[in-house]
Nanobody
Framework: QLVESGGGLLQAGESLRLSCAAS????????MGWFRQAPGKEREFVAA????????YYEDSVKGRFIISSDTAKNTLYLQMNNLKPEDTALYFC????????????????????WGQGTQVTVSS
């Protein structure tokens, strides 16, 4: 089970950190990612981290502003979001998938087996 938290209502330029806590599984055995879905739009990729934690990848619009990381001791995935913009407003989901490819990042939703319920982030201008 994946449970996201940390969403909220913010103003443009502010920062926020999302968390994704895993229960019943060890995150260190999974590749992980963050996705988001804005109203009326399809779910889109935001960021991903490989199973070994050494590789990350970001959607172009969040590069340089968002940072994905994981804390295996706390079994938690994070998304640090800086300099937030109104276009970042969305429901944010974390996702996980077991993989034998420890250095691969997955940037589409298809490979992910487990999903959280989402946490809402709203950014006002």
């Amino acid at each position: 089970q994946l449970v996201e938290s940390g969403g909220g209502l913010l103003q443009a330029g502010e920062s926020l950190r999302l968390s994704c806590a895993a229960s019943g599984r060890t995150l260190s055995s999974y590749a992980m990612g963050w996705f988001r879905q804005a109203p009326g739009k399809e779910r889109e990729f935001v960021a991903a981290i490989s199973e070994d934690g050494f590789n990350t990848y970001y959607e172009d619009s969040v590069k340089g502003r968002f940072i994905i990381s994981s804390d295996t001791a706390k079994n938690t995935l994070y998304l640090q979001m800086n300099n937030l913009k109104p276009e970042d407003t969305a429901l944010y989901f974390c996702a996980a998938t077991p993989t034998v490819h420890t250095d691969v990042v997955y940037t589409t939703s298809g490979p992910y087996r487990y999903w959280g319920q989402g946490t809402q982030v709203t950014v006002s201008s």
